[in-house]
């Protein structure tokens, strides 16, 4: 399930599908040789993300344009999908070359593990570089029981919704708190249903989620028009040191004057989990293709903003290399671009 980021994106939509709709019937993943209008023999890429309504089919768009504006050898056609994984199944499948998916479910494909487990990957991915992430919390209202995630044993909880990566990756960070996954209630609530369904009572918690720590999607500013005294649930450092010791997850302490909206209490930061989304690449990506999409991308970042605003990020060379997997492999041409831009990959 993809989430939709409804927050004006600044996208210059009649550009890009315009840019790509001229290639979309053309390009097919991973081929060679001229397209047609006088090509030249382009090394055509397929992009999938996610849905036309999300922030990642739409700086996959931007980049797709830019990339076809600014090369004589490499086109992308950047197409929707229904999310990441199934962006990752058609990579796997050789029917994408560029696909995208946060770094729990990518240490799953590469250890065979969870969905994985019976019917795994045949192709070795490689990260490529950092997409977006997404920061979740959890919240109740202020009058509620419920202090800490150590307190959530029979209430009602809404940990993102169903098939989304920030439901995986909530659920394993609340595995290393002291109530297990079958002592609480969780529900199926869509995000546009959480508000309500904490206001009336039928959810004791609900998600609180962060585009790249600092956009706040519309459902989440109902939920605190709607829940006025709605606060935080708290992540004591018990818990948040045994997530910190789990190679799998990740999460940070963040102040309360740079993430607003719930209440606080008497703690003047709160933990919150990491959902980090990478882009990836088949290991056998051709190396000097896929450095000249990098360097493209890294030359033309004010363009890519035209597209969707969350692309300005990209503009930070730590924040493209800063939170990859440590345990996935990084494909070639992103070590080298990475050490060009100087910016360090942990790895």
């Keep these: 399930m993809a989430i939709c980021v409804v927050m004006a994106p600044r996208m210059n939509r009649r550009k890009a599908l315009g840019t790509i709709g001229s290639i979309g019937t053309v390009a097919l993943a991973g081929c060679t040789g001229p397209l047609g209008g006088g090509g030249g023999g382009r090394t055509s890429l397929t992009m999938m993300t996610s849905t036309e309504d999300t922030a990642a089919y739409q700086m ?14 490499v086109q992308i056609s950047a197409r929707p999908g229904d999310g990441a994984k199934q962006s990752m199944r058609l990579l796997d499948q050789e029917e994408a070359d560029i696909a995208y998916t946060d770094t729990l479910n990518a240490t799953r494909i590469a250890n065979d593990e969870g969905d994985y487990s019976e019917n795994s990957f045949s192709s070795n991915i490689n990260q ?6 997404i920061l979740g919390g959890l919240a109740t209202q202020g009058d509620s029981d419920i202090e ?6 029979g209430a009602a909880i809404s940990p993102n919704p169903v098939g989304t990566a920030m439901r995986d990756v909530m659920l394993a960070h609340l595995s290393h708190s002291e109530v297990s996954e079958d002592d609480m ?4 609530l869509g995000y546009g249903e959480e508000a309500s369904a ?34 935080l649930v708290h992540w004591p450092d018990s818990v948040t040191s045994a997530i910190e010791e789990d190679p799998n997850i990740t999460g940070a302490h963040y ?3 740079d993430i607003e909206g719930p209440d606080y209490g008497d703690r003047t930061e709160e933990w919150w989990t990491e959902t980090v989304y990478v882009t990836f690449v088949r290991e056998s990506m051709d190396e000097e293709v896929l450095s000249e999409v990098l360097n493209i991308m890294w030359d033309n970042v004010d363009s890519l903003t035209e597209y969707h605003s969350m692309a300005g990020a990209w503009s930070d060379a730590s924040f493209l290399a800063s939170k990859l997997h440590p345990n996935i492999p990084l494909h070639p041409s992103a070590e ?7 910016a360090n990959t942990g790895q």
Aim: hydrophobic fraction near 40%; glycine fraction near 4%; charged fraction near 25%.
């Design 60 to 73: 996959s768009q931007g980049l797709a344009a830019v990339v076809n504006e600014n090369s004589d050898n």
């Design 336 to 342: 080298s671009f990475f050490e060009e831009i100087g």
């Design 198 to 231: 904490l206001s009336e009572g039928r959810a004791d918690v609900v998600s609180d989620i962060r585009i790249n720590a600092s956009l706040t999607p519309s459902y989440v500013q109902e939920q605190y028009s709607i829940n006025e005294d709605a606060r």
């Design 185 to 188: 209630d969780l529900l199926a």
């Design 148 to 153: 800490t995630v150590n307190d959530l044993a």
């Design 255 to 257: 102040p309360a004057e």
């Design 128 to 133: 490529v570089f950092h997409y977006y992430d």
